[in-house]
């Protein structure tokens, strides 16, 4: 099994940053990948950013690229959601997920492991 815990959520104004992290314990996968996703109020579950464990390629959401910054660090088996210029629109629970997997799906089916969340909201 795979534990993952988030951390890093709040409050923050217009064009402000935080930083998310996901800490991963248990079986980690050295050659699959993470993610976060987000979730508003009424709306599905959206893709944001994914990011490979082993090349540490990326891929984005148009809507957070060039705001967004995921990274990791594999000696301590965290990923990290750097959030910059945030807008009202961003405000959702932040996700992370895992998989087994290299490839890096911009769908939830594609990730088999969830963390429990951690809010986001950003104030106008």
């Known amino acids: 099994q795979v534990q993952l815990v988030e951390s890093g959520g709040g409050l923050v104004q217009t064009g402000g940053s935080l930083r998310l992290s996901c800490a991963a314990s248990g079986r980690t996968f050295r050659s699959g990948a993470m993610a976060w996703f987000r979730q508003a109020p009424g709306k599905e579950r959206e893709f944001v950013a994914a990011i490979s464990w082993s090349s540490g390629n990326t891929i984005y959401a148009d809507s957070v690229k060039g705001r967004f910054t995921i990274s990791r660090d594999n000696a301590k088996n965290t990923v990290y959601l750097q959030m910059n210029s945030l807008k009202p629109e961003d405000t959702a629970v932040y996700y992370c997920?895992?998989?087994?997997?290299?490839?890096?799906?911009?769908?939830?089916?594609?990730?088999?492991?969830w963390g429990q969340g951690t809010q986001v909201t950003v104030s106008s």
């Open positions: 997920a895992a998989r087994a997997f290299y490839e890096l799906p911009k769908v939830a089916d594609g990730y088999a492991y």
